[in-house]
Each structure stands twice: as C-alpha cells, then as structure tokens.
Nanobody, 121 residues
Framework: VQLQASGGGLVQAGGSLRLSCAAS????????MGWFRQAPGKEREFVTA????????YYADSVKGRFAISRDNAKNTVYLQMDSLKPEDTAVYYC???????????????WGQGTQVTVSS
C-alpha cells in the first residue's frame, strides 16, 4: 500500500485547510485510514480515522467538532477538512492505514510522506 498526502500549507488562526490522501495497492473494506500529526519536539499523536467500509469515525478530543474526516471509495482517497484552526494545530500531518483501530502510531504499518500545516496567530 502506498499513500500520497497533499494539501498542507500556511493559514491564519480561524482559517481552514483540506488535506487529501490517495491510497494505492490492496485496500480492504475493514481497513482504517487516518491521520496522525507531529509538532516540533513532540511525539506523533492520533488525529482521526475512518473505516473504508463503514461510516465509523474516530477523533482525538483536541480536534472534535473542528476537523472532519471523509472518504471517496471510488478514488481511494481520504480527506481531512480542518476548520477553526489554531496555532497548536501546527504540525506535520501524516496519512496512515492499518487493519485495526488504534491511537498508537506503531499499530499502523503504512505511512504517507507527511504534509506541513502551519497556523499563524
């Protein structure tokens, strides 16, 4: 499985960005696609995930109500709509896929290359 993330950039606080992650290779309906992020000097943290074959979604408390994950199965693409962005959302965002839900980075065997999101105050 290969993952290609895009859509990062620089935005002012309160603004919005949408990230995309295109997946190629063998993807099962039971698989999860999601996003982690890593801010400078911090560990990677779980942001959100969605299953390919259902509407089940998971969110970190820090982004609940501001971020929304969605998917387009026909395009094998997952999107992360980020609204009401805060400076503390500044990080490199990584697209991931795995077979089971987890908030641990080590449980996701496939990672995209990361895309920088910078939120200015």
């Amino acid at each position: 499985v290969q993952l290609q993330a895009s859509g990062g950039g620089l935005v002012q606080a309160g603004g919005s960005l949408r990230l995309s992650c295109a997946a190629s290779g063998r993807i099962f309906s039971s698989s999860l696609m999601g996003w982690f992020r890593q801010a400078p000097g911090k560990e990677r943290e779980f942001v959100t995930a969605i299953r390919w074959g259902s509407d089940l979604r998971y969110y970190a408390d820090s982004v609940k109500g501001r971020f929304a994950i969605s998917r387009d199965n026909a395009k094998n693409t997952v999107y992360l709509q980020m609204d009401s962005l805060k400076p503390e959302d500044t990080a490199v965002y990584y697209c991931v896929t795995g077979s089971r839900y987890s908030r641990r980075p080590d449980d996701y065997p496939y990672w995209g290359q990361g895309t920088q999101v910078t939120v200015s105050s």
